[in-house]
């Protein structure tokens, strides 16, 4: 069986770019593969955090992922700080990567500009993901296509390491979905929904309310010359709600479109609207009682201790490789 590895940073607002580009295929992908699913919170403090904050976002995420459907039984569920290979692993590859192509990052370029000082953790942020996922001898890594670039750079690293020293990591592919790999702001269709902007309508939070998601949804950028087709080119407000429909009922994009071929925007958006909301609602309801059960932190114990076996076999030969200890 095939191994999966993904990773969500604890940031709270997940939103449906995070659910339509990683997460859903996070499900579909435990029925036929060995599963990882990491909560990343050594990435989250890459920029300052509150700690109590931080600790509720870990917990807020695991009880994401296992209201979405992950299944502990089938997928190992756990957090990052939990398991020191990560962290240890980081190092290393620390060590083989250059600052050149870490600058080069484009995430990089856009957190550091502009700023005075520049944190080294956001510099190797994506070195610590290399470790996440070659920890694991992953095959398969679901992430949204922001993530392109880190997954190349950690193809990059694997290949590096077994030329110049001898074969220690799998090298990865990552796993790109076709409709909602890049979900836009609904605010600004040009820039990708995230879950830092300031205008909470540029998103929709997995954990919404029905009238938040409709607000959204009605106020969401489109344009005026009032023909409904996908063309993310010039029309990318509209593409963007027609990806996210066909995202979640699964239609494809096309289908979605001609049927709504001769009608406004008006009739798109509102039944935009009830496909969130349905999509969403089982979601919400399974949160709260998971969020709140005893249980949750006993799932994540168990998924430490069974990544932490894994990541120390890994560890062994990373070590033996590199000659480090005796
Ligand atoms: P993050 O919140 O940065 O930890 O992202 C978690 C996952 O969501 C990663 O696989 C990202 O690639 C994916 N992701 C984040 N934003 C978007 C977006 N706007 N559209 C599609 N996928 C996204
Ligand atoms: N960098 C990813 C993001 O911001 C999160 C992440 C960290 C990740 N480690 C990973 C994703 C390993 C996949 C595999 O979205």
């Known amino acids: 069986m095939k191994r999966v590895f993904s990773g969500v940073q604890p940031t709270g607002n997940i939103h449906i770019g995070n659910y339509l580009g990683a997460l859903k295929q996070f499900v579909e992908l435990q029925e036929d ?7 990343v919170d050594e990435h989250a403090i890459t920029v300052p955090q509150d700690p109590k904050e931080l600790r509720q976002h870990i917990l807020d995420v695991a009880a994401l992922y ?7 039984k089938k997928s190992i569920v756990f957090v990052q700080s939990q ?3 990560h962290a240890e692993l980081g190092w290393v590859l620390c060590c083989n990567s250059y600052t ?24 190797t942020y994506p070195v610590l993901m290399a470790a996440d996922i070659l920890l694991y001898d992953t095959d398969i890594v679901p992430v949204g296509n922001d993530q392109k670039q880190h997954i190349e750079l950690c193809r990059d690293i694997a290949i590096r390491v077994n030329h110049n020293y001898k074969e220690t990591f799998v090298v990865p592919e990552g796993r790109f979905m076709k409709a909602g790999a890049r979900i836009m702001a609904l605010d600004d269709p040009t820039s990708k929904m995230s879950k830092s902007a300031i205008n909470v309508h540029s998103r929709i939070s997995l954990l919404d309310e029905d009238s938040k998601i409709k607000k959204s949804i009605m106020r969401a950028t ?8 996908f063309d993310p080119e010039n029309k990318p407000g509209v593409s963007n709600l027609l990806s996210i429909y066909s995202a979640f009922s699964g239609e494809d994009i096309e289908t979605i479109a001609a049927r709504f071929a001769g009608k406004g925007y008006g009739d798109l958006k509102k039944e935009l609207v009830g496909v969130t909301q349905e999509a969403l609602a089982p979601i919400k309801a399974n949160f709260k009682e998971i969020r709140e059960s005893d249980e949750l932190k006993a799932i994540l114990r ?6 932490g076996a894994i990541a120390e076999k890994t560890m062994k030969r990373v070590r033996d490789t590199f000659g480090l200890g005796f």
């Open 100 to 123: 050149g192509e870490l600058s080069r990052m484009t995430q990089f370029k856009a957190k550091s500009g502009g700023q005075e000082s520049v944190g080294t953790g956001l510099l």
């Open 222 to 229: 489109t344009d005026s010359d009032g023909e409904i087709r």
């Open 302 to 307: 168990d998924g430490a201790e069974r990544a």
């Open 66 to 72: 296992l209201a979405i459907g992950i299944d502990p």
């Open 33 to 39: 593969h060995e599963c990882l699913y990491c909560i």
């Open 83 to 85: 398991v020191s290979g």
